[in-house]
């Protein structure tokens, strides 16, 4: 999990640094609605990879877009997020629930860091 994990960390972090604090060029903590969170990307345990889930959720909620996670019986699991005002549509899958909703958002972030360059220009 960890050869997916931490490139979507690191990107997150380029893309929001607000939420994400990379260090020596591994994330090491999160930012929760009230403090930041030390995580250990390097091992993530089922307590941590928990912990990351629930911040990528936090970060959703923030920002009011429309989330759903659809889980196979084979344990499959699939996020889309969807944003209503700025027409961004994005996916995330994976075997990690938590690493779907990752994708997902990360994917988010750069269509929104995309449109805004596209703005700029």
Do not use: F
């Amino acid at each position: 999990m960890n050869d997916k994990l931490l490139p979507l960390l690191k990107q997150w972090a380029a893309l929001e640094p607000e939420r994400c604090k990379p260090y020596e060029g591994q994330i090491t903590h999160l930012r929760t609605i009230e403090r930041w969170l030390p995580i250990n990307n390097l091992e993530p345990s089922w307590d941590e990879t928990a912990k990351i889930q629930r911040l990528v959720q936090e970060a959703i909620i923030s920002r009011k877009l429309r989330s759903r996670m659809e889980s196979t019986p084979e344990g499959h699991h699939h996020a889309t997020l969807l944003d209503l005002h700025g027409g961004c549509h994005a996916i995330g899958d994976d075997t990690e629930p938590a690493i779907a909703l990752l994708q997902a958002y990360v994917s988010y972030l750069e269509q929104v860091a995309a449109k805004k360059q596209g703005a700029v220009a």
